[in-house]
């Protein structure tokens, strides 16, 4: 397993951008595919995004398609969130996870999450 820690929420009006950072610990980052979930109150955990070993795949959330982009820094051993357009719905505890292998939108298999982040967007 991998320790997360996520950092980068706050509150932002709607129609703001934030950015979240997820680093990892241990040598093996590149062996992970990244994602973000989020879960808002008396709200399953949901998929946001994900991105490959490599960064070359990724995928999203059709909710945050076109606003929210993923990216890593495979040498920083860092995950990455920039969120553009930001809306009221988005806002929710925002979660790095990373699994070895599998669907990378399903929550099964991710074995390592972080703490968590808060976001808040107001109207």
């Known amino acids: 397993q991998v320790l997360l820690v996520e950092s980068g929420g706050g509150l932002m009006q709607a129609g703001g951008s934030l950015r979240l950072s997820c680093v990892a610990s241990?040598?093996?980052?590149?062996?992970?595919?990244m994602a973000w979930f989020r879960q808002a109150p008396g709200k399953e955990r949901e998929f946001v995004v994900a991105?490959?070993?490599?960064?070359?795949?990724?995928y999203y959330a059709d909710s945050v398609k076109g606003r929210f982009t993923i990216s890593r820094d495979n040498a920083k051993n860092t995950v990455y969130l920039q969120m553009n357009s930001l809306k009221p719905e988005d806002t929710a505890v925002y979660y790095c996870?990373?699994?070895?292998?599998?669907?990378?939108?399903?929550?099964?298999?991710?074995?390592?999450w972080g703490q968590g982040t808060q976001v808040t967007v107001s109207s």
């Open positions: 991105i490959s070993r490599g960064g070359s795949t990724t």
């Open positions: 996870g990373s699994k070895w292998y599998g669907t990378p939108t399903s929550i099964a298999g991710f074995t390592s």
């Open positions: 241990g040598r093996t980052f590149t062996s992970y595919t």
